[in-house]
């Protein structure tokens, strides 16, 4: 399997515009977690999805920040608009509902908002 | 509500000393710990976890940790680091729900 995937890796943008993170858990997986982390805040939880359900998403910073899972390959986390204070690496991990609880990560995206 | 601390954000340590990370939860009733490691560059992986039972647990790349209850502590620990053990560390708790709470990383620093 190829792991978590995300794209992009990295991303600058300039403050107001519009930011779309996306991520592909690994197959089967049916828990997916959204975290950003930052050096002030450390990792944060953002929200999580069961089944391609929001579970929990009291992390979501503020209503600029949205997450949706149209189908079990497939979440995105959109930034409208974006602020220089949003500028972090954004991980998204998935995991498997029973068993472990292990959560595996993807290799995160970059962003700068300037 | 839920939460983990990492007593130390900075350790610097030569190689072949040895290692201890200091780890606490809030958390009262039945719950999960986890390390997690982040290599420079590199996505979190997991060092090891603790559910139940003997509550000293062995993880990956020679990597220990002592669950003590009493105490609410779940310390990483390993006899003698490589400088390849540089990375962030963190702890990680989870208790009902598959809600995990991360604590705030430790970055440990091996001079070679």
């Known amino acids: 399997d190829a792991g978590v995937i995300q794209s992009p890796r990295h991303e600058v943008t300039e403050m107001g515009q519009e930011v779309t993170l996306r991520c592909k858990p690994i197959?089967?997986?049916?828990?997916l977690f959204w975290y950003r982390q930052t050096m002030m805040r450390g990792l944060e939880l953002l929200i999580y999805?069961?089944?391609?359900?929001?579970?929990?998403d009291s992390g979501m910073p503020e209503d600029r920040f949205s997450a949706k899972m149209p189908n079990a390959s497939f979440s995105t986390l959109k930034i409208q608009p974006s602020e220089p204070r949003d500028s972090a690496v954004y991980f998204c991990a998935s995991s498997f509902g029973t068993g472990s609880y292990e959560q595996y990560f993807g290799p995160g995206t970059r962003l700068t908002v300037t | 509500a839920q939460s983990v601390s990492q007593h130390n954000h900075h350790v610097i340590l030569s190689e072949a000393a040895s290692l201890e990370l200091g780890c606490n939860y809030s958390y009262g009733g039945t719950v999960n710990l986890f390390w997690y490691v982040q290599y420079p560059g590199q996505h979190l992986q997991l060092l090891l976890k603790y559910f139940s039972g003997d509550p000293l647990v062995k993880g990956i790349k020679g990597f220990e940790a002592e669950f003590i209850k009493s105490k609410f502590s779940f310390n990483l620990r390993k006899p003698s680091v490589q400088w390849s053990d540089t990375a962030e560390y963190f702890c990680?708790?989870?208790?009902?729900?598959?809600?995990?709470?991360f604590g705030a990383g430790t970055r440990l620093f091996v001079k070679a």
């Open positions: 999805f069961n089944n391609n359900v929001p579970i929990d």
């Open positions: 990680a708790s989870r208790s009902g729900g598959f809600k995990t709470i």
């Open positions: 197959s089967g997986h049916d828990y």
